[in-house]
C-alpha cells in the first residue's frame, strides 16, 4: 500500500467516524480486488467472541466475489485478519461465491453457507447457483471442503434442472420457538417462466418472497444431509405489485423479527 493509499484511506475513516473497523481496503481503485466488501453479517460465535461472514470482491459482479470470515474476541474493537472461505481472488480466478450467512449449532458448529455459481446464468451469475456450504469445529480455525446443500426444485425455476435456482438470503437467519434456524429469501423468477414486464425500466426482473426452515442442523449434519422445509412456497410466495404493471411482483431482500410474545 503506498502512502498516498493510505493517506487517503486514513482521511477517509477520520471523516466517516465509524463505530467499528473490521476490513480496511488495501487499494482505492479495486488494483487489489478487495474494494467491494458487502453483505455484511456479524453474529455471536459459540466460545462468546464475534463473528462476520460477508461478501467480497473488486466491486459487484466484478466476476471475482468471495466469501469472507472474521472474529473478534474483544466485542467488535478489534478483528483478525480476514479467511477466504472460497470463491475467486480476482477476476478469472474461478466461479464466483456470493451472499454467504452464518449459521451455528447448538455443539458449536460453525456453518456458512452461500449460493455457489456452477456455469449455467439464468437472471445473473450473482444469483443463479446451487447452496453451497462448509462447517467449522474449531472456532473458525480450519474449514471443511464445500459441498452442496440439496435444494428443493420450485415451479418458479427454469425448466432444465441443470439450471440452479434463482436466490439469496440477505439477512442472518434467526431461531424460532423451537431452536430451529429459519430464514427469508429472495427467488427471482427463471427468465423461462416468468412473467414478460411491460416496461423496461430498472427492477422489472420478477422476483418473490419465499422462507426456509432448517430442521436438522443441530445434529451436525454434512451439508449433504442439511434438511430444509420450504414455506410461503411457489404460487404461494409472497408479492408485491410494481407500480406500472401490478401483475408483475418485484419483491426482494425479506428480514425477520421474533416478536416478544
Known amino acids: 500500500m503506498t502512502d498516498d493509499v493510505q493517506a487517503t484511506l486514513q482521511r477517509e475513516l477520520r471523516r466517516s467516524q465509524p463505530d467499528y473497523i473490521v476490513y480496511v481496503p488495501k487499494s482505492v481503485d479495486g488494483s487489489t480486488f478487495d474494494t ?47 479467511t477466504r ?31 455457489q455459481y456452477q456455469g449455467p446464468v439464468d437472471i445473473s451469475n450473482q444469483f443463479t447457483g446451487t447452496m453451497d456450504c462448509v462447517y467449522s469445529d474449531d472456532l473458525g480455525r480450519s474449514w471443511s471442503t464445500p459441498a452442496t446443500i440439496p435444494m428443493k426444485r420450485s415451479p418458479h425455476d427454469h425448466w432444465d434442472p441443470e439450471v440452479p435456482s434463482n436466490w ?59 434438511e430444509i422445509s420450504w414455506f410461503a412456497w411457489g404460487d404461494r410466495a409472497l408479492r408485491v405489485p410494481h407500480n406500472d404493471d401490478p401483475l408483475l411482483s418485484v419483491a426482494q431482500e425479506p428480514s425477520i423479527v421474533r416478536l416478544p410474545d
Not at 85 to 106: C, E, H, M, N, T
Open 36 to 82: 467491494g466488501n458487502e453483505h455484511f453479517l456479524v453474529t455471536d460465535a459459540p466460545d462468546g467472541a464475534m463473528m462476520a461472514v460477508w461478501t467480497q470482491s473488486t466491486r459487484e459482479g466484478a466476476g471475482d466475489h468471495r466469501i469472507m470470515f472474521s472474529r473478534s474476541e474483544d466485542e467488535g474493537v478489534t478483528w483478525a485478519a480476514p
Open 168 to 226: 439469496i438470503v440477505w439477512q442472518a437467519p434467526a431461531r424460532d420457538l423451537r431452536g430451529r434456524w429459519f430464514v427469508g429469501f429472495t427467488r427471482w423468477i427463471s427468465m423461462a417462466v416468468r412473467r414478460v414486464p411491460r416496461t423496461q425500466k430498472t427492477w422489472t426482473a420478477e422476483s418473490v418472497v419465499e422462507f426456509m426452515r432448517y430442521e436438522n442442523l443441530d445434529d451436525d449434519p454434512a451439508p449433504e444431509q442439511i
Open 85 to 115: 472461505l472460497v470463491g475467486p481472488r480476482w477476476p478469472g480466478d474461478g466461479k464466483i461465491a456470493s451472499w454467504g450467512y452464518p449459521l451455528v449449532s447448538k455443539s458449536g458448529r460453525i456453518y456458512v453457507v452461500w449460493n
